[in-house]
Nanobody, 125 residues
Framework: QVRVDESGGGSVQAGGSLRLSCVAV?????????MGWFRQAPGKAREFVAA????????SYAESVKGRFAISRDNAKNTVYPKMNSLKSEDKAVYYC?????????????????WGQGTQVTVSS
């Protein structure tokens, strides 16, 4: 059964960095999937953060994280790595990883088939 596991969340001071990771367990067609990251802050709707296409040919980022976040993937390990730099207090949220069979980047949650349980990122000022 396919499972998406996120890790790497934690607490960091504003201006600091975190590297999350997400592994798609038992997803044999991982290399055909786009990988996306979303986040949800308390009292807010889930929002798109970043996505990486199936072959890393294209990436997309929310305006709020452009220039600070970078997403990469290793298809041999079924893993995607978002690196978050220059973190701000408004980045505090639960971060979710998702896999989409469409293969191309999309900011729409409906474009993703498998979701992880989320990992908490806390940024203190």
């Amino acid at each position: 059964q396919v499972r998406v596991d996120e890790s790497g969340g934690g607490s960091v001071q504003a201006g600091g960095s975190l590297r999350l990771s997400c592994v798609a367990v038992a997803l044999r067609t991982f290399s055909y999937h786009a990988m996306g990251w979303f986040r949800q802050a308390p009292g807010k709707a889930r929002e798109f953060v970043a996505a990486n296409s199936w072959n890393s040919g294209s990436t997309s980022y929310a305006e709020s994280v452009k220039g600070r976040f970078a997403i990469s993937r290793d298809n041999a390990k079924n893993t995607v790595y978002p690196k978050m730099n220059s973190l701000k207090s408004e980045d505090k949220a639960v971060y979710y990883c998702a896999a989409g069979l469409g293969g191309q980047t999309t900011g729409w949650a409906t474009g993703y088939n498998y979701w992880g349980q989320g990992t908490q990122v806390t940024v203190s000022s």
